[in-house]
Each structure stands twice: as C-alpha cells, then as structure tokens.
C-alpha cells in the first residue's frame, strides 16, 4: 500500500506546474484525497482536498484561484495544478488519503488521515 506523490521541481515565479499523487496497492475510489504542504520553520499547511466518494472539493485560501485538484480514477491518481506560482509557495508537498477526511474538514485532518505520500519538492525561484 503506497502512495507516491511526484511532479514537483524548480519553477519560476507565475509559473505552473502539476503534481499527481498515485495510488498502488488499494484503490482511491472511496477515499478523499490532500494536498498538504510544509515549507522550513514553518506549520503543516491543507491546501486542497477531494472526495473520489462524490467529486467534492475544498480548498485552503491560500490557494484558491490558483489551484485545482482533480483524479483520474482509471489512473488511481489524484492531481494538484498549482499556477501563478510565488516564492512564498516554495514547500515540501505531500498527499494523503482518508477514508472519513472530509467529515473532519480535510484540510487540518492531518492526523486521521490513514496514507502518505513521501512528499515532492516544489520550489520557485527566479
């Protein structure tokens, strides 16, 4: 059972990028999926979450209009397009799957969440 998160690299301020988070071993289809960062020095952040149950989303404000979390569920795969990427986005992202996420609000469920992925870094400079 794992989860691997992946797409992540060294990208200029505005730019874009999409990270996808793979699932092998049990299937996404009656999980809610989160995307979760953590930069240096700084507090576990929820960034977006999904429902595969119902197609639900929710997003932090952080990064709502800049964000979009979507799954392949033939892919077993959930994604996360980040654009108009600043400095201040530079993190270690994770994914992770629970089961009941989204009753408890998802995106500060990071203890009841029953999967992790091993994180991707993201970093944007210039």
């Known amino acids: 059972v794992q989860l691997q998160a992946s797409g992540g690299g060294l990208v200029q301020p505005g730019g874009s990028l999409r990270l996808s988070c793979t699932a092998s071993g049990f299937s996404l289809d009656n999980y809610a999926i989160g995307w979760f960062r953590q930069a240096p020095g700084k507090e576990r952040e929820g960034l977006a979450c999904?429902?595969?149950?119902?197609?639900?989303?929710i997003y932090a404000d952080s990064v709502k209009g800049r964000a979009t979390i979507s799954s392949d569920n033939g892919k077993n795969t959930v994604y996360l397009q980040m654009n108009s990427l600043k400095a201040e986005d530079t993190a270690v992202y994770h994914c992770a799957a629970g089961d009941d996420a989204f009753k408890y609000g998802c995106l500060n469920y990071y203890y009841g969440m029953d999967y992790w992925g091993q994180g991707t870094q993201v970093t944007v400079s210039s």
């Open positions: 999904i429902s595969l149950r119902d197609g639900s989303t």
